[in-house]
C-alpha cells in the first residue's frame, strides 16, 4: 500500500512540474509573439516609407535609384516572410501547449 502512494506522489509531483514547465514555456511564446509581431510592424513600417521612395524615383525617372530601392523592397519581403513564417510556427506551438493543458 505504501508503495503505490509513493508512486501517485511521484506521478502527481512529476504532473506539477509537467504543469509548471508548460506554464513558463506558454509564458515564452507569449513574449516571442509579441516580440514578433512588433518587428513586423517595424518592417511594414520601413516598407512602406521605402516604397514611398521608390515611388518618388519613379516620378523622376531616376532609374539607377529604381533599381536600388527595388532590390531593398525585395529584401523587405524576405524579411517579412521570414517573420511572419516564424510568429506561425510560435502561434502553433503555443495552441499546441494550451490544448495539452
Given at each position: 500500500?505504501s ?48 516604397e ?50
Open positions: 500500500m508503495r503505490y502512494k509513493i508512486d501517485g506522489n511521484t506521478a502527481r509531483r512529476e504532473n506539477e512540474s509537467q504543469q509548471k514547465k508548460n506554464k513558463n514555456r506558454i509564458s515564452s511564446l507569449e513574449k516571442k509573439i509579441v516580440k514578433a509581431e512588433e518587428t513586423l510592424a517595424k518592417l511594414e513600417e520601413k516598407k512602406a516609407l521605402k514611398e521612395e521608390y515611388n518618388e524615383a519613379g516620378r523622376v525617372n531616376d532609374l539607377d535609384k529604381l533599381l536600388t530601392i527595388q532590390k531593398e523592397l525585395e529584401d523587405f519581403d524576405m524579411e517579412i516572410m521570414t517573420m511572419m513564417e516564424e510568429w506561425e510556427s510560435l502561434e502553433e506551438e503555443l495552441e499546441e501547449l494550451k490544448e495539452s493543458i
